[in-house]
């Protein structure tokens, strides 16, 4: 029993590490993909297949390292506007939204692994973004209504909504839907082998 546990560990220090390289990778070959203002994050199918295949904890991390490399590669403009609100708003996004795919998966794969993979798939852009959106009103708030204004939006809401994360929002939840199912099946699969 012991030696299985041990195993299990490896493994999903392996999986961590390697699912860890390619956050990383995805997040800087994301930011030059822009929607808006913003780059696609691709990153979130790394870290929904973490919450499978390794649970909450990897990721969680893998969230936390997403929110790292978010703040090299995206976060200029709100980190010449407020770094503490900056720090806190992409590390905490990044580290909730992986935290709640693991939570959601490990709850709902009792029942059925796929349909768990599919909803924690929906949960993790929908608490990043959650996140983005709420940070967004706390702490650059004024500075998003320029942003809008300057961007010809009636007010803050609708430029945030509609301006900020709009269809980088879609776009994040159908690549979620679409391929994290299909990914996990298959390593699942190959894990049988």
Known sequence: MEKRMNKDIQINLVMGAILTAIVIVFQLIGSFIKFGPFSVSLVLVPI???AAMCGPKISTWLGFIFGVIVMFTDAQAFIAIS???TIITVLVKGAAC???AGLVYKLISKKNKYAAVAVSAIVCPIVNTGIFLLGCMVFFFDAIKEW???A???NAAS???LGLVGANFLFEMATNIILCPVIVR???INKKL
Do not use: D, S, V
Request: net charge negative; aromatic share 10%.
């Open 159 to 161: 430029y945030m909504i």
């Open 83 to 85: 770094i503490p609100g």
């Open 98 to 100: 992986g935290l709640a």
């Open 48 to 50: 929904i297949i973490g």
């Open 148 to 150: 809008g204004a300057g």
């Open 186 to 188: 298959i390593l699942n």
């Open 152 to 154: 010809g939006y009636e």
